[in-house]
């Protein structure tokens, strides 16, 4: 930890949120991005490859509208529609026709508008303007959707021709919903990740079966969820960590509904937990715990191949008391924005908060200490 490193305060409120593997980064109301934690390939953007504890302004001068979070990279959309990537680039989850790692923002190749863009384990996917999907990254399960499994530097055109609405990319897979509101998934699918009722992967996008009507997907590392209008969340996947949100063990090929009676307004999934906001503002976590990521004590303990660690297996309520407009899920830690009046200090603007695994300073609190409960993020505006 670099604790003589004191960077400028961020000068403006936060708007959007995303944890990624091991960093998390957020968006101003004046378009800039910020962001902490681990950094060795430069994905926070700075400049530097030094871990952060504190937010940092990722440089460029350019103004975002949305940014994401990966495994080892970030993205974001420019106010214009164009897309810029920054970090580990090994598979080419820049889009930059190049296999370089960068620590500033670079364009993506391909003269694209995107609407929205997700930042996966090694691979990327967009919604372009006319609302066809594109990805580039790593492909050798299919998640780029091209029909291929192989990698690539600059995006490509996920197959199908349908016209989407939202995506959400992990580790292996991919998912988006189409603008009759279904939900179509491609890529590895050995745990029913991909929801049509087989443990088969695939290439190109395949229909979620149940031809339930979704309005947000997310997807985690092996396990996806959907939100319906009415606030019910479904999942599919691995179950082996209760990240499905029900009592059932066993993994499930096609959606089950997450138990608790609960109307939630979004869902985030992380690596093996999941997280939604609820109507009344509390936010809920469920899966694994192994490093508080669910920002409640485990109730249970799962067994896998790789041994126990601590779990829930349905939505426990995130403590604090706070009121959030978003959860985020990364690998070991969570993140959330406030509504504006949650949270101490608050004063009206959404403060940033983060909880779970600490060890490269992913929860922008200044330490590298883990927390089961949320932390503020430092140097916020009006902090």
């Avoid at 980064?25 to 378009?31: D, I, S």
Wanted: net charge negative.
């Amino acid at each position: 930890m670099n604790e003589s490193f004191d960077p400028p305060a961020v000068e403006a409120p936060f708007s959007a949120i995303a944890a990624g593997a091991l960093h998390s980064c957020a968006l101003t109301v004046t378009g800039h991005v910020f962001c902490w934690g681990w950094n060795r390939d430069g994905e926070l953007g700075e400049g530097s490859r030094t871990d952060r504890h504190l937010p940092v302004r990722a440089l460029g001068g350019v103004g975002f509208g949305s940014v994401s979070a990966g495994a080892g990279h970030t993205c974001a959309v420019a106010a214009t529609g164009q897309p810029f990537c920054w970090g580990f680039n090994l598979s080419g989850q820049l889009g930059d026709s190049s296999f370089s790692a960068r620590a500033t923002p670079v364009a993506v190749g391909g003269a694209l508008t995107l609407m929205t863009l997700e930042a996966g384990g090694a691979f990327t996917c967009g919604i372009a303007s006319d609302s066809a999907a594109w990805c580039w990254g790593w492909g050798a399960h299919g998640q780029l959707g091209d029909g291929a499994r192989s990698d690539r530097r600059s995006p490509v055109a996920v197959l199908g021709g349908a016209k989407l609405t939202a995506l959400g990319a992990g580790i292996e897979h991919a998912c988006a919903i189409a603008a009759d509101s279904t939900a179509w998934c491609w890529g590895a699918n050995d745990l029913g990740q991909l929801g049509d009722g087989s443990t088969t992967d695939t290439t190109q996008p395949a229909p979620v079966t149940g031809a339930r009507k979704f309005i947000a997907v997310t997807v985690g590392y092996s396990h996806s969820c959907g939100l319906e209008a009415a606030g019910d969340i479904y999942c599919w996947g691995d179950n082996s960590l209760g990240q499905l949100g029900d009592t059932l063990v066993a993994q499930a090929s096609t959606p089950r509904l997450v138990v608790g009676g609960l109307t939630f307004l979004s869902v985030s999934a992380g690596a093996a937990h999941t997280c939604g906001v609820t109507a009344a503002g509390p936010a809920y976590c469920w899966g694994s715990d192994a490093s508080g990521q669910l920002g409640s004590p485990a109730v249970s303990l799962c067994t896998t191949a790789a041994g126990s660690q601590p779990c829930t297996r349905v939505p426990t309520l995130v403590t604090g008391g706070l009121s959030f407009q978003s959860v985020s899920g990364g690998t070991q830690h969570s993140c959330g924005l406030t509504s504006g009046a949650g949270g101490a200090g608050g004063g009206g603007s959404a403060i940033a908060y983060c909880w779970g695994l600490n060890d490269h300073g992913q929860l922008g609190d200044g330490t590298n200490r883990n927390s089961t409960s949320p932390v503020r993020v430092g140097k916020q505006e009006g902090t």
